[in-house]
Nanobody, 120 residues
């Protein structure tokens, strides 16, 4: 079991930046960020395996960066934000450690979510 606590959401104008944080109670998990916009399904944004390899959704490549500061704190740096990035963002953890896809069923633990709103 692992607890995840997100922070760092907020409102920003298009072109701006935000950094989301996720504090995990345990280490050794593949960590990821998902988001869900109103009326849409939740989608994978970025993931970070325990070996440091990363994966990004095509819509955020080149703009978002997922990284860890230490074993338990993970971040999502979001630059050049667009109105379509507006969503509730969730930190998630997978016990598998190494994933090549961002499938929700593989992530067993979820944070409470943090809202990101980008205005045009």
């Amino acid at each position: 079991q692992v607890q995840l606590v997100e922070s760092g959401g907020g409102s920003v104008q298009a072109g701006g930046s935000l950094r989301l944080s996720c504090a995990a109670s345990r280490y050794g998990y593949c960590l990821g960020w998902f988001r869900q916009a109103p009326g849409k399904e939740r989608e994978g944004v970025a993931s970070l395996n325990i070996d440091g390899t990363t994966r990004y959704a095509d819509s955020v490549k080149g703009r978002f960066t997922i990284f860890k500061e230490n074993a338990k704190n993970m971040y999502l740096q979001m630059n050049s934000l667009k109105p379509e990035d507006t969503a509730m963002y969730y930190c998630a953890a997978s016990p598998y450690g190494f994933l090549t896809t961002m499938r929700e069923p593989d992530f067993h633990y979820w944070g409470q979510g943090t809202q990101v709103t980008v205005s045009s």
